[in-house]
């Protein structure tokens, strides 16, 4: 491992530069004040008029190559000015260039060179005009790159299109240069760029050459590709059961952490480890490393420490708790773990970890009789990679959510090796959580493609009961359409076996649907045909559990199945029997008779569940409820409170008393108010604020009359409704 961490540190240490090899950006125009001789001043936005005089004075724009200057219109057409016949007369201009050449240094990675930018040529490119893929040959001492500025002009078509390494970077300049904005590109020599042919108007832009004004090392851009094939080499030579977590250098907030806002070399090297990890076939992912500490603050005694000591700022003396782990990951294709076990002696860093500021620090301040804690969060921008072997072993670590990911992850971007298959079946054979939670957030439509994906006929049968019922829930009826099709039929009949012999209601639930999805389907007639057979003695089974209420979906699909094949009495009658038994109240008014209201078919299945509606309706409908006779009311059937029931026993059972005052201490009365309130009695309470102590007054009502009133109403409407039918 020591052997490993030097490899690559040596590798990394080598990295100069962002990686970036040009930088494009836009900012509002300055006056040039761009003289031409015989000419005069330029004026912006450029004009056709102006343009043509520009032309005449200008000359065809050759290439270079090699040692040679070529003038060849099909390699390059467009005009050139040489930078002895122009001027700049506006002194802001020299400040628009070194802020210009500033901000490209540091895209570049150059911020620590003192780089100019020397006058080259201005070009003219008209309708047509055009420049192949070239790169820029040293035309000065010291040059390593070159600076394009398109001054503001009417034009479609032309744009700069510069690539290094197989990435590429687009400037197109058009409707910035249109609506009075200055454009400029920065870029390295070694970078191939081309423009693409102007389709009309006029395109003027100031070419640069960037040179390094100081000695030193000199300026060049970094082939990626070399390091990517040293840093393969290192991984290869040590392979490990371990993931290799290599610390960039420089610290990010979770809420700013992306590839792309990765600080100076970073990025850099951030690129080149994942390049060299997908060589070598392995995963990797940018994330963060946090390191947590917690203690207390120097000189955080009781008292005179600040305001109420929660200095921040402070430095922590005595540190009592603190871990280590990977919480946050940069968003990519290769899902996100939890569980990654590591220690510090493992990670790859070229810097002492904790030694630097904090990037988040917190203080709780003084708490009672506890005095003020700190909080510092170390947040480490690192790249972890990890073989497909480790990836098997991390797998059975994850939770439900994230194993499905990784599931999702195989079926479309990238196969599972032998060792990930393995640990996948073992998986959801056995190993996957069936916490709720998760379950509930969790996709787990990616079993079904898995299993197809892996053809294996026999999975799902092999699976215990209980997991073979969880995906029958869990996984939609469309993705499960999918293994019905796939699936030989005397293996789908026997799955569909285990599922109906011990089952949950919820799976006896689902079949309708299932049923209704698979019946235009040639391949699944035999399994819809034994399905619907089935359905009364699935429902009695249902039935006989306790009181589960169907869903409005399922009673749908089952007077569809009914419709849909003609069934007879002998199938509906039994079945609507069984679904009355689980029906109670609100489900009769909430799912039930709206379904039949809905439906408004004739069929057998329709006319049972209807007459059982019915006549439950009418039996309630003539039972109308009757006020109480007197003002005894019933005392709630509770074991709580039990000593304030007893005292407030002859009051309710009084045929008589309506109002009872109950002066006593507020701690009683809100004893005795607290009990009323807990419990559904016809009692309400008010509180009498005169005298000393106050008075509860405890009144009698009619509240479980007026409720079962109220219900009763709501019973005859729905007998309405359902008598229209």
């Known amino acids: 491992m020591k052997e490993l961490k030097a490899s690559i540190l040596e590798c990394l240490q080598s990295f100069k530069g962002s990686g970036k090899f040009a930088a494009v950006h836009t900012t509002a125009f300055v006056f040039p004040g761009l003289q031409l001789e015989g000419l005069g001043e ?67 990675g150059i911020e620590n060179y003192v780089v100019e930018a020397h006058f080259y040529k201005l070009l003219v490119y008209e309708k047509g005009d055009f420049f192949l893929p070239h790169k820029d040959t040293e035309k000065e001492s010291g040059m390593f790159g070159s600076l394009v500025v398109n001054l503001p002009s009417n034009y479609e078509g032309g744009e700069l299109i510069i690539r290094f390494e197989g990435e590429e970077l687009v400037g197109d300049f058009a409707d910035n240069a249109a609506n009075y904005h200055i454009d400029f590109a920065a870029f390295y020599a070694d970078c191939d760029h081309e423009v693409k042919p102007l389709k009309s108007g006029y395109r003027i832009c100031l070419v640069y050459n960037l040179i390094q004004k100081t000695a030193g090392s000199k300026i060049e851009l970094q082939s990626i590709q070399n390091h990517v094939d040293k840093l393969a080499n290192v991984f290869s030579q040590h392979p490990d059961l371990q993931p290799y977590i290599v610390l960039l250098g420089h610290q990010y907030t979770p809420a700013n952490f992306s590839y792309e806002g990765l600080k100076l070399n970073d990025r850099y090297k951030a690129e080149a480890l994942l390049r060299a990890a997908k060589k070598l076939g392995f995963y990797a992912k940018l994330c963060l490393v946090t390191s947590f500490k917690e203690g207390l603050p120097a000189d955080s005694g009781y008292y005179g420490y600040g305001d109420d000591g929660g200095d921040e700022d402070a430095e922590m003396e005595e540190v009592y708790d603190e871990w280590m782990a990977i919480e946050h990951w940069c968003k990519s294709e290769i899902p996100n773990l939890i569980n990654v076990d590591f220690k510090e002696e493992d990670l790859i860093a070229s810097f002492v970890l904790d030694e630097d500021e904090p990037i988040v620090k917190e203080s709780t301040g003084y708490m009672g009789n506890y005095g003020p804690d700190l909080m510092h969060w170390y947040h480490y921008g690192a790249v972890m990679i990890w073989s497909p072997e480790y990836n098997s072993e991390l797998l059975k670590e994850q939770n439900t959510i994230t194993q499905l ?155 569809w199945i009914e419709n849909r094949f003609s069934l007879s009495s002998s199938w509906s009658i039994p079945l609507g029997r069984a679904i009355s038994k689980i029906a109670d109240w609100g489900y009769i008014h909430k799912v039930m008779v709206p379904q039949l209201l809905m439906e408004k078919t004739e069929s057998g299945l329709h006319q049972h569940l209807l007459d059982f509606c019915t006549s439950y309706l009418l039996d309630r409908a003539h039972n109308k409820p009757q006020p109480p006779a007197d003002w005894s009311r019933p005392l709630p059937d509770t074991k709580k409170n039990e000593q304030i029931w007893e005292m407030l026993k002859p009051f309710m059972e009084s045929p008589d008393e309506q109002v009872l005052d109950y002066k006593k201490r507020m701690a009683e009365r809100e004893a005795v108010e607290d009990a009323i309130r807990k419990e559904k009695v016809d009692l309400t309470t008010t509180t009498i604020r005169k005298g000393s102590p106050h008075t509860l007054r405890i009144t009698k009502n009619q509240a479980s009359y007026q409720h079962q009133l109220q219900i009763w109403k709501q019973d005859v409407n729905l007998l309405k409704q359902l008598m229209t039918l």
């Open 405 to 559: 990911e990784w599931i999702e992850y195989f079926n479309h971007s990238r196969p599972a090796s032998d060792t990930e298959l393995k640990a996948v079946n073992s998986i959801l054979q056995s190993g996957m959580s069936t916490d709720k939670i998760f379950a509930k957030n969790a996709n787990f439509n990616a079993i079904a493609e898995w299993v197809v994906h892996q053809n294996d006929a026999d999975f799902l049968l092999n699976l215990e009961n209980e997991r073979l019922q969880l995906f029958f829930e869990k996984i939609t009826t469309e993705s499960w359409q999918k293994i019905w099709e796939w699936l030989p039929e005397n293996i789908s009949l026997k799955i569909l076996e285990k599922l109906t012999d011990s089952f949950k209601p919820v799976v006896i639930e689902k079949l309708p649907e299932h049923i209704r999805s698979m019946e235009s389907r040639n391949k699944t007639t035999a399994l819809v045909k034994n399905l619907v057979a089935g359905l009364p003695t699935y429902f009695e089974k249902l039935s006989q559990q306790g009181n589960y209420p169907l869903k409005a979906a399922a009673l749908s699909d089952l007077f």
């Open 42 to 108: 330029i004026a912006f936005p450029f004009q056709e008029i102006q343009a043509r005089a520009l032309i005449q004075l200008a000359r065809k724009a050759p290439f270079g190559q090699g040692s040679e200057t070529i003038l060849d219109a099909n390699v390059r057409s467009g005009w050139e000015i040489d930078a002895d016949k122009l001027s700049f007369t506006n002194p802001g201009w020299t400040k628009f260039l070194e802020k210009a050449v500033n901000k490209v240094k540091k895209e570049l």
